[in-house]
Each structure stands twice: as C-alpha cells, then as structure tokens.
C-alpha cells in the first residue's frame, strides 16, 4: 500500500523559514515526479512545485519562485521543500504527490496519483 507522510509544517513568523518533508512508502519512487501542492481556507489547491525522476529537473510556480526549493533523496524516497522567506500568504496546508508516469502538465492534480494528508503551514505577520 502505497503512503506519503508529510513532516515538518508549523507556526512561522513573516520572513522565516520552514523545511517540509514528505516520506513515501510502499514503493519506490525514484523514476517518477514528484510534486507539492497547498491549499488555503477558501481556495482551491494549487501547484507549488515539482521535482522529475532520477535527473531532478524542477519547476516551480511563479509566486514561490526564488523562495522555495524542492528536492529528492531517492535512497530514502523522501521529497523535500525549502521553504524561505515566507509570506502570509503561503499559510495553507501542504500536500505533496506523486505523478504518473507519463504527464503532460506537472501544474495540474490529475497528473498525480497518490497524494499524502497534508500538512498546515501558518506565517504570520
């Protein structure tokens, strides 16, 4: 069975930093892309970023561009996203995601096929 466990959400003031990890297990995940998503009160989920396979090549929204930095370990099959500079408008709960295996749009949902529960991230002003 297939599981994403994200770590590492919280409480951070305007300016800081926050380091979200995302565990998978029950399969290997080093040839597939790998994504992160957040959703605030009221609005729909979004992309925030999205790590490819084996290479590593990455893309990011263009609001968090700069700011935050995804990664992989592939021998721990562990995503991750750095996350500096906050502002209060990055609270939302965080989701990270696995893509299938042939996509065309890394922005969109329905390109994932397992995603985890979530974690909340709250910046204050």
């Known amino acids: 069975q297939v599981q994403l466990q994200e770590s590492g959400g919280g409480l951070v003031q305007a300016g800081g930093s926050l380091r979200l990890s995302c565990a998978a297990s029950g399969r290997t995940f080093s040839n597939y892309a790998m994504g992160w998503f957040r959703q605030a009160p009221g609005k729909e989920r979004e992309f925030v970023a999205r790590?490819?396979?084996?290479?590593?090549?990455?893309y990011y929204a263009y609001s968090v561009k700069g700011r935050f930095t995804i990664s992989r370990d592939n021998a721990k099959n562990t995503v991750y996203l750095q996350m500096n500079s906050l502002k209060p408008e990055d609270t939302a709960v965080y989701y990270c995601?696995?893509?299938?295996?042939?996509?065309?749009?890394?922005?969109?949902?329905?390109?994932?096929?397992?995603w985890g529960q979530g974690t909340q991230v709250t910046v204050s002003s």
């Open positions: 995601a696995v893509a299938k295996p042939y996509y065309s749009d890394p922005t969109r949902m329905y390109e994932y096929n397992y």
């Open positions: 790590i490819s396979g084996n290479i590593g090549n990455t």
